[in-house]
């Protein structure tokens, strides 16, 4: 019998904060959705890159005080927005606020648009894996080590410390989103708790998914450890049954959470039949 997990995504972008504090506010109230996603960009995506677009990590900050129950995360936040050792002290931080709520969304970075303009270095596909596997450990050892020194091509650190440490032990779970085979996978492999795919065909996620597990055995890596998530696409008109009938088809292929992306502007009103279709499937 197939049994699902769900949560749902509010980019804050193209929307105002009144209206995504109601849609967080109303879904810690519903059961079936166990967590609540942002993304982390500075330019709205996918649209007009001139729009409004709050900031993620202070959003989310945000809407872990404004609720009680939901797991909070960004999906996900390019490494080079912020260096690893601040990100560490962010992350322990928040999962201290909200009472050991927090998963951590990182992933190696993509957006030219916006690292252009803010004069940060995307760099090159290798370049960028690099620094994302040199980040994964820098971030894992703040959050568990009381000192961590490190010598790497992009990250230096002597002695650091990340003091007081995150509420979930031993570290609030490290999502990765991506699906590179070569290198995202394998770092995935290496260091997360949580994979994320950007959606799409079951057949393509099955076959990412293998990829993964490939990785796992090679690294002798129990794959069993890494929740499977992917983002399924509520439309502006919105068919519930559609959302549900996609998630159970990736659910097919062994997803383990659904996370329905809510296009904005963001209303709570679809929460509740979003819920009741997705229900049979818990």
Known sequence: MLIMRFAFKTSPQNTDWADMLAVWQAADDIDVFESGWTFDHFYPIFSDPAGPCLEGWVT?????QATRRLRVGTLVSGIHYRHPALLANMAATLDIVSNGRLEIGIGAGWNEEESGAYGMRLGPVKERSDRFEEACEVLVGLLTQETTSFAGEHYQ????RCEPKAVQKPHP???IGGSGEKRTLRTTARFAQHW?????????FARKRDVLYQHCAD?????????????VRLDPEPDYAKVAADAAALGEEGLDLAIVYLPPPHSPHVLEPL???LAPLT
């Open 219 to 231: 690294l002798g890596r129990d794959p069993k450890e890494i929740t499977l998530s992917a983002h």
């Open 173 to 175: 779970p490290i999502c």
């Open 60 to 64: 989310l900050t945000a809407l872990a």
């Open 196 to 204: 994320n795919y950007a959606g799409g065909p079951p057949e393509e």
């Open 157 to 160: 650190l002597t002695d650091a």
């Open 275 to 277: 819920a009741q279709a």
